[in-house]
């Protein structure tokens, strides 16, 4: 199949390789011309604009930073809608927020051409390793139709309904992800500190009523689980800056329909001091730092 | 064995109840005398003081409302300290601060008893079911010699390390779940808001890095899971103002030992507010109505 | 002088009236034509668009709800920019988030024109009386400009530094107001129910350092200051409505330049669910009443 | 008149003082003997126990740390109400709890003692100028008969009715402070942040509806005003330790009467996290460091 893979950072890279060792025909593009070098050396075509990407596809997956990103590339001047054909759909992978997505899938609609959204989980090493999480919203036809090419990328392809809802999905999850995070961060330091065993702790956390993952597969307190960030200087994993965006996206969201946040709120505050202080690029785990005595984590 | 049980509450009374039934000779105390009435009818022996109780006892425990009861008790005239035989154990059930536990040890241990702190979880149906959960703060000495009591009333007896440590595991396992509350309910309310049907937003979060007690066990969404207070009502389960107990317990413990908790101490105001407006009864999931519009849920 | 005024609703109609008795000629634009008809009806010009108002105008005035509006209005086909001409100023009254006006300015600016903002505070009645206060945005020389056609609808004028400070300035100074009016009725509602008389626990505050508008002049507590909203049944005043509108733009003003700001988000969350039960046309003071006992206030 | 005074701290010794130059007969207490060297040399009378002092005492003067030395001075062994004469009154200017301090009023009165509380603010710089303020509980008569020995230490003398209402009044002011606090420190760093001025800002503030102490009198942004410990690298005035130890006391007596109190608890949270970097020791305005970029402030 023919595929315009419009966005080429740290995650649509090793994405697009996926389809291309698939055996897809890619048209690439991307402002980074190294990051289309790659992708030009292992076969793929280099286009000057997503519009010269899109003319001749038969799908056309974007992975952009942020909304006005995907927004220029869909609508703006030599953008994917001025040269599309009618009726190949178009598969955002980005994290933006839904009423955007709803927007322009409407904008798409109008001219005949379906927008799918399918915002991903599992980081740069999902990426590379061909195992994320696809959240997608779209039709049962179209879902049917993409989940196949998803699925060179991915491990899961989860349908969360129609379009707009795989963002929906996607923040939601986070949003528990990033407040049970400080909840066991906060739980974790207060127990040391009060004289109990962390891993004691975290073992009756796990099998009681405060069981979750940030606690049994992702705990923040050095030395509970080996192989997360948290034993490992809060190196790699998922940022503060990453959770910071998606927490936003759930405010801005919450903000446009009426929708209290209280919790969510907070937490996107206490990851914005913690980011302030410079830590923006470790694990969204090292939070607990903020919160503990030095001598205690 | 010859135990005296003091506090013959919700709690208390089917606590004790197993005990009788386990073959257990039993010394009861309570100022309220109907419910003493019901256990001496069963078998017990009447007490009209802790130190009558305590005074050939070989085991005391004790399941009091709070700190100021555990204090009387144990410590005020007529108390069990005034009373019982150097040697024997005192193992209180109550949920109270830790820093009040390890007070009151060290006052028993002076005059040669020792003091284990025992709070439960699974609320009065575990009571009456014999299937609460006991965090135990103890020697592994203690440990070993309290445990097959305990059984009788319990199925999961967790040694949590020294005297105060039962305590501590308790306030920050349900730190924990009183947080992950209010998150899951936030993403649940926001997202169906959003326009994603709530089964399938429970789904994806149970299968994805949201998974937690609170959505995949206890969803306060109703009908995610048929028997939970959720799809009931918020009936039954554990109250507002239970939870809101413990917070205040962690929140305590944190202000004396200076240590942050900023999501706990929201989550506790949030329980506060709706407790005020008359939802204290009601299930702790019901928090979700107040961060809902009334057509959501 | 020609001026074309574009937003004619509760507060832009009174404005514009005050522009014409004056003595100047207007040119008036709204989607609502009743609107129009009243200040037609009193002498001024009905305009089919933005452009056509703004054709021959000597300055531009907007008055408008959101961001949305103000883009329209000005970029928008038919839009003020595409028909103004040169060095014709556009001062923008409408309170939007200092991003939005700055990208606009730079639109204007390329083609010739400077716009302005100033966001006014005085509300309704305020517009109505001609009292209303402006923060504006401008350069000296264009401040010095436009001054004395505001001073027909204001009382205070204030210079804030160049485009977009008049929003800054009002955000901000909202921010501080939403805020202290919830602690000025935590402190209220948590005095009176702990025995102190409500008159003298505010005389106090407002003789020492928890003095604020919040409580020496706009007292939540009803019936210490027998002229606000507070003693009235929370009728009238500023809406919590437009203090979470005010209090969305501070929070998204912050997420955009990575800013903590957790009590602004907590207050703006606290607005929120006092909204969502039904309370968002009454005064913000009336969020007292989510704090307190009902026999409290 | 015959004075015990008991608690010579940094701010009992300098009030002491004031008292002996007024030319009082005093008789004075504390466990630290370098504290009572000094009054012993300007002619007080070193007492061995809080009884001593007390025997032969017209009037009873304590300043304590906390409830827990309140509790032990009056009631305990060696305490002052084990030797006071029926009549004379207790004055006790600790800033504690006002269940507390209830409870200690209904004991010395089954005794015949009245008790007053009256906790002061000022400082240590008040306490030696003699510039304190009193924010008093007491009967209308015993108002009156001690007002006279308080004017010795301090310029007001606030009566606030019956007893536990001092505390009650310096409670509830400075929550409205310590949050208040953080909401100005939120806008000038926010205000600077987006390209206003600090000065500009301070001035709109304090000439609108944000306008409150902590801006127009104690600013917290560098520069704004010269004479506050902003401007003097946040040194000296008003320990972020003691407004965490004032909003832990706000947080307990709203627990105690079931009352939300969520902006206080998130300000107790936030100065928490700054002392818990080292800061405690700094004036509380330096929480805007918690808040702003390194180049903002």
Redesign the interface.
């Known amino acids: 199949m023919v595929i315009a893979f419009i966005g080429l950072g740290n995650m649509g890279a090793p994405m697009a390789r996926h389809l291309l060792k698939a055996g897809h025909a890619l048209a690439v593009h991307d402002l980074n011309m190294a990051a289309v070098d790659g992708l030009v050396a292992e076969g793929a075509r280099r286009c000057g604009s997503p519009a010269e990407a899109a003319t001749d596809a038969e799908l056309v997956l974007t992975m952009l930073p942020a909304s006005a990103h995907v927004e220029k590339v869909l609508a703006g001047d030599q953008g994917v809608l001025s040269a599309i054909q009618a009726g190949v759909p178009i598969v955002d992978c980005s994290t933006i927020d839904?009423a955007t997505v709803r927007r322009l899938a409407q904008l798409a609609r109008a001219q005949g051409n379906d927008l799918v959204d399918a915002p991903v989980?599992g980081g740069t090493g999902g990426a590379v390793a061909g195992t994320l999480?696809f959240?997608v919203g779209a039709s049962d036809n179209l879902f049917a139709k993409i989940q196949p090419v998803l699925q060179h990328m991915g491990r899961?392809i989860?349908h969360?309904?129609?379009v707009?809802?795989g963002q929906?999905?996607k923040?939601?999850?986070?949003?528990?992800?990033g407040?049970?995070m400080?909840?066991?961060s906060?739980?974790?330091?207060?127990?040391v500190?009060?004289?109990?065993?962390a891993k004691?702790?975290a073992d009756?956390?796990n099998?009681?009523?405060?069981?979750?993952?940030?606690?049994d597969?992702?705990n923040p307190y050095p030395g509970i689980i080996e192989t997360v960030p948290a034993s490992k200087g809060y190196q790699g994993g998922f940022g503060v800056d990453l959770m910071?965006k998606d927490l936003?996206l759930?405010?801005?969201?919450?903000?446009q329909?009426?929708?209290?946040?209280?919790?969510?709120?907070?937490?996107?505050?206490?990851y914005?001091?913690w980011?302030?202080q410079g830590k923006g690029h470790l694990d969204f785990s090292s939070i607990i730092q903020?919160?503990?005595?030095a001598d205690a984590t």
């Open positions: 839904p989980s999480t959240m899961r989860v969360c309904g129609d707009g809802n929906v999905a923040i939601c999850n986070n949003l528990v992800l407040i049970s400080i909840a066991v906060e739980a974790m330091a207060l127990g500190n009060q004289g109990i065993d004691v702790l009756i956390i099998a009681s009523s405060g069981r979750c993952w940030s606690s597969t992702y910071l936003g759930a405010a801005e969201a919450a903000r329909s009426r929708h209290p946040l209280p919790m969510g709120a907070l937490a996107q505050q206490l914005q001091v980011s302030l903020l919160l503990s005595r």
